[in-house]
């Protein structure tokens, strides 16, 4: 009898941009501080991707071609791409075609996932579904997203929180139960009402209007999102551990969402980890939405070790949500 197939992570790749916008940098911008930004939300300062023509692709191949080079794979030979981002080059085509033009991904089927905060998940789990299903070798998941082309730098709300950035795993099939144990996605789409942006859909195309009214950039109610994350974060992770019958000391480590440091503290508490076992770096990237979890096992990648029980958590715009277990394979 065949061995059940599942979907091992066997690379990481990741790209932040060079340049810094630090908090320092936001005084002289709004009407906020550097006490006020890292005691409500963790974060010193995010990367922005500049440059004429530059966008959320331009941040995805480099990321990609890190994790070729690693695992010695052509981009000729990456079978299929899905690139989880809020902010897309253009509407359409997807991303993820541009990425594999720009890297010679011929061969490879590519599609974007909207999901915000939580695409990652998303997208992970959905190429873990292709590689499980036995009908590819390899799938490149992304999550990317060039934050900055959607942030209001006069709200300080909003432009305190995000960064660019991005982050990919490859996943392969495997025979000894490493890679993806288990996921729960959530979404609810009356959450939509609290984090979004209001024009360039169908329902507001572009207009004169939308531009003057500043509509084309990210909106957040964020005292709201702040209670239905810390809620929604911590109660799927705690499900994901009950249902696969986890315990704290079997989890090698939490792998957050990096929204606000306060989140990621109660759902590290929720599921009784020391903050040792929490991979953190909100504090040098802010919230990069999509790239946020797999920059994080791109960072940490070193100190993981084969047999590692790890779990991913997000909470973000839709509402989506979700947590991940992942037994590492390498
Ligand atoms: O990743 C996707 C999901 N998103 C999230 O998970 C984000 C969830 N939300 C949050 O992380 C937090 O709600 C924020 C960091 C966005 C805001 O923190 P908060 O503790 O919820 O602050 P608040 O919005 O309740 O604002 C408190 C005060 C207000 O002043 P008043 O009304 O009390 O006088 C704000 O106007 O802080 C003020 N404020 C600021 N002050 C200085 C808001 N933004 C700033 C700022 N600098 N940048």
Known sequence: MSKKITAAITAVGGFVPEDKLTNFDLEKMVDTNDEWI????????????????????????????????????????????????????????????????????????????????????????????????????????????????????????????????AGAVLLEPNEDGYGVRDSILKSDGSGRHYLHMKAGGSLKPASIETVTNREHFAYQEGKTVFKFAVKGMADVSAELMERNDLQSEDIAWLVPHQANLRIIDATAERMGLPKEKVMINIQRYGNTTAATIPLCLWEWEKDLKKGDNVVLAAFGGGFTWGATWIKWAY
Do not use: H, W
């Open 38 to 165: 890292r005691t409500r939300t963790g974060i010193e300062e995010r990367r922005i991707l500049k440059g004429e023509g530059k966008a959320t692709s331009d941040m995805v191949v480099p990321a990609v071609q890190e994790l070729c080079r690693k695992r010695g794979l052509d981009p000729k030979d990456i079978e299929c791409m899905i690139v989880a981002t809020v902010t897309p080059d253009m509407v359409f085509p997807a991303t993820a075609n541009i990425a594999c033009d720009k890297l010679g991904a011929v061969n490879a089927f590519g599609f974007d996932v909207s999901a915000a905060c939580s695409g990652f998940l998303y997208a992970l789990t959905t190429g873990a579904a292709f590689i499980e299903s036995g009908r590819y070798k390899n799938v490149v998941v992304v999550g990317a997203d060039k934050m900055s082309a959607i942030i209001d730098y006069t709200d300080r709300n909003t432009c305190v929180i995000f960064g660019d950035g």
